[in-house]
């Protein structure tokens, strides 16, 4: 070009002419005169030129060019031509419209001079559109980025590792309250690491920079107030046959995410060191009864391991599951089910479940949510279980106790009751004679001597029955008191014939007939006492209330029913007036004839022995008509 | 003795007659006595109305056949114009109050009297 400026021309030089030309084709460039006073303009010809389209479409006008030229830079081109004066340079871009209907950036430069009185700018022009709009979009690529770091409010670097030297951008004051100048190269990024992280920081870095890899990695970086911050940093490196030249990345704050983090964590840990700790178990179920969550009380309560239990569901026939009382307990009766059915929580359910792995049973107390959401729908739900064994163990003894209790109070009440009635009998039976005695002893002292007599006759016989009844009430007592008496098996028959041998005499002298029939039930168990005791007065009774004239006729049969033996007893004696007596046939001391040596004491005696043995005695009869007592002696399995 | 009050003493126990006759003796003023052994006897000769009417009845509860309760059952039957002069003392080895307390709610009987009777008893309801 110094030899175009020196010169003045180009046609001297032809050889070094036809490879300027290709080099400018190549370079899309063109050699340009302006002559600014005629006008015109003066391009390199070459078809080849790259500009040659364009040069023939201006005709050579100076001014056919400026036309072409984009409106929005067209007042400088003009500005530019007008302005210009012999020595000065000049360079300028603009648009041109090109041949092809696009608009081409052209970068013009050269000098200005004066060629005998004509104004002639003179230079290159080149074809500078790729260049520009790369230009173009990297400056708006760098302002989007920008805009994406500030707002990410994330810092960015630019770091270029052969000379150490970073271009910060993004939020660097925002976040480390440094300006980007403040921030400064690489051995600065270092310093500002914490003490401790450094050397970790620095070793990835190198390491990720010789692999090529991502630099990811967590430090604490000192801020302009002189605290650390957390900051994570990720950046990429960019390479160049194989070797990192330079390194994209960012940096940001995350004291805040990775304190939540940690305080997450930690209450995460808590919260597994409680449940797991618990002493009861607690699971969460799935809709389809499928356990999702379990804590280790759980497995254990339930006998199973985790990979038994978690996602498989939660009935298992093997559990043979039973209700407080024993009984079967129906899977749609479980709690989970019932808490899915009815969208309410299922409290305090007991259920005996079977670990087939352990051979036993254990008892659970079990609760069930539903979790709900806020439409009310069915999410989950959760079940816990607490050991209940220990709990029914004692509510199982207490049962028992209470039983016993009840029994016992059930036997202390029926004592008393008989405690009660003997006190009424020994007041009133006993107090009768003796109130006799005392009469007679009052009257004895005013008597005549013949009175006297009588007077003694008679407190000796009061006196006797007094004695007599305290017998009576012995017998009576003996019978209250062996509540467990033992039981023998004995024959109807044997007992029968005891008695006939006891009442011999009397039997004979009343010429009394028995006919008795135990083919059905041949044998009972009973306290041999009883059964003697109730043949020996029902017999009696027989022969003593007798219309007189009449031979005593007594029939006695036992028959089966349903495991009791029904023993029934008749006879053709006097019979009682059930209507007048009916309440009274079988108390102590109630007498039903008159003048006769009855003490009121047989019926009643039986009625006792018979009643504690849990059995039960009736009676018929009508006035002449005879007595039918039919006992039920219970539970009286033939074997 | 024109004058002297009737006594009917209704009680199976033979001794019970003995000391109320023994006793009646010995009382300031004289009576007749009649004995009954159960209540059906006495209501059978309270029936009767050629019997002389008694002023007094001594009466006992625990008896066979038919006893004071039932006897005073049965009492009511009579006509009042007839058994309203007389006063029956219920006479009984018993001292259970509710015995007593029955005893009372009959409108027929005077008093409830606990064995043993004596003279000075006697006396002050023949008077």
């Not at chain 1, 100048?181 to 390491?207: Q, S, T």
């Not at chain 1, 135990?518 to 059964?531: C, D, G, S």
């Not at chain 1, 007048?580 to 009643?604: C, Q, W």
Request: with cysteine; glycine share 6%; charged share 30%.
């Amino acid at each position: 070009m110094n030899e175009l400026d020196s010169n003045g021309s180009v046609t001297t030089m032809k050889d070094q002419d036809q490879r300027l030309r290709k080099a400018l084709s190549v370079a899309k460039m063109s050699l340009l005169e302006l002559d600014i006073t005629n006008e015109t303009s003066n391009w390199s010809s070459h078809p080849s030129n790259h500009f040659y389209e364009l040069s023939s479409k201006t005709n050579g006008s100076l001014n056919e060019y400026v036309d072409l030229v984009h409106p929005m830079d067209r007042n400088d081109v003009i500005v530019l031509i007008k302005s210009a004066k012999p020595g000065q340079k000049f360079h300028n871009q603009h648009r041109v419209l090109w041949p092809d209907g696009s608009y081409h950036w052209v970068e013009s430069s050269g000098m200005t001079f004066n060629d005998d009185g004509i104004l002639k700018m003179t230079g290159t022009v080149q074809d500078i559109t790729e260049k520009k709009e790369l230009e173009i979009e990297r400056e708006d690529w760098k302002i989007r980025h920008e805009l994406v770091a500030k707002a990410a409010g994330i810092i960015v670097y630019d770091y270029d590792i052969k000379t150490g030297d970073i271009i910060w951008s993004g939020n660097v004051s925002e976040v480390l309250g440094f300006t980007p100048k403040e921030m400064g190269n690489i051995d600065r990024w270092v310093e500002l690491i914490h003490p401790e992280d450094r050397e970790r920081a620095f070793r990835e870095l190198e390491e990720a920079q010789k692999s090529l890899n991502a630099y990811e990695v967590y430090y604490r970086f000192l801020k302009s107030n002189s605290k650390y911050c957390d900051i994570y940093d990720r950046g990429t490196f960019l390479e160049r046959e194989g070797e990192a030249y330079r390194m994209l990345g960012m940096m940001s704050d995350v004291t805040e995410w990775k304190k939540s983090q940690e305080a997450l964590s930690e209450s995460e840990n808590r919260f597994r060191l409680l449940i797991n700790n618990l002493n009861v178990g607690v699971g969460l179920y799935d809709l389809t009864m499928v356990p999702i969550v379990h804590n280790a009380a759980a497995y254990k309560l339930l006998g199973i391991s985790e990979k038994q239990f978690v996602g498989k569901a939660a009935i298992d026939p093997d559990w043979n599951v039973v209700d407080m009382e024993g009984n079967r307990m129906r899977p749609e009766n479980y709690p989970i089910p019932q808490a899915i059915d009815t969208k309410k929580s299922i409290r305090q359910t007991v259920m005996g479940v079977f670990r087939p792995k352990m051979n036993d049973r254990v008892w659970l107390m079990v609760d069930a949510d539903p979790v709900l959401d806020d439409d009310g729908k069915i999410l989950h739900v959760i079940c816990t279980y607490s050991d209940f064994t220990a709990r029914k163990r004692v509510e199982e003894i207490l049962a028992e106790k209470n039983e016993q209790l009840m029994i016992t109070s059930d036997l202390v009440g029926r004592k008393n009751e008989r405690l009660l009635e003997f006190a009424q009998i020994v007041s009133h039976n006993l107090r009768s004679p003796l109130s006799s005695i005392a009469a007679l002893v009052d009257l004895y002292e005013k008597c005549t001597l013949e009175e006297k007599d009588e007077a003694i006759s008679f407190i000796r016989e009061v006196a006797g029955k007094a004695l007599n009844t305290i017998d009576d009430l012995n017998e009576v007592l003996k019978v209250q008191q062996s509540e467990h008496m033992d039981l023998q098996v004995i024959r109807f028959e044997d007992a029968l014939n005891e008695v006939k041998t006891l009442l011999k005499p009397n039997l004979k002298e009343k010429n009394a007939m028995i006919v008795s029939d135990f083919k059905e039930a041949v044998k009972i168990r009973y306290p041999n006492i009883y059964l003697e005791s109730i043949f020996l007065n029902l017999v009696s009774n027989s022969i003593k209330y007798i219309d007189p004239g009449k031979t005593p006729k007594i029939s006695i049969k036992s028959k089966r029913a349903d495991g009791d033996i029904i023993f029934e007893f008749k006879d053709n004696g006097k019979g009682i007036d059930l209507q007048k007596n009916g309440n009274d046939i079988f108390k102590f001391g109630k007498t039903f004839h008159s003048k006769n040596d009855s003490k009121g004491v047989g019926l009643y005696l039986i009625k006792n022995q018979i009643r504690t043995m849990g059995d039960e005695i009736e009676v018929k009869s009508k006035p002449d008509r005879g007595t039918t007592f039919r006992i039920k002696f219970r539970n009286q399995h033939a074997k | 003795m024109p004058n002297s009050k009737l006594i009917c003493a209704v009680d199976d126990e033979e001794v019970f007659h003995w000391i109320v006759r023994g006793n009646l003796k010995r009382a300031k003023k004289p009576c007749k006595l009649m004995s009954f052994y159960d209540g059906e006897e006495i209501f059978k000769y309270l029936s009767n109305g050629s019997n002389s009417r008694p002023d007094i009845i001594l009466l006992d509860i625990n008896m066979p056949i038919c006893d004071g309760w039932k006897f005073l059952e049965n009492y009511s039957l009579l006509k009042k114009s007839y058994t309203k002069d007389i006063n029956i003392y219920v006479v009984t080895s018993s001292i259970d109050p509710k015995d007593q307390q029955r005893a009372e709610l009959s409108p027929f009987v005077k008093e409830f009297v606990s064995k043993p009777i004596t003279v000075d008893f006697l006396d002050g309801i023949i008077d």
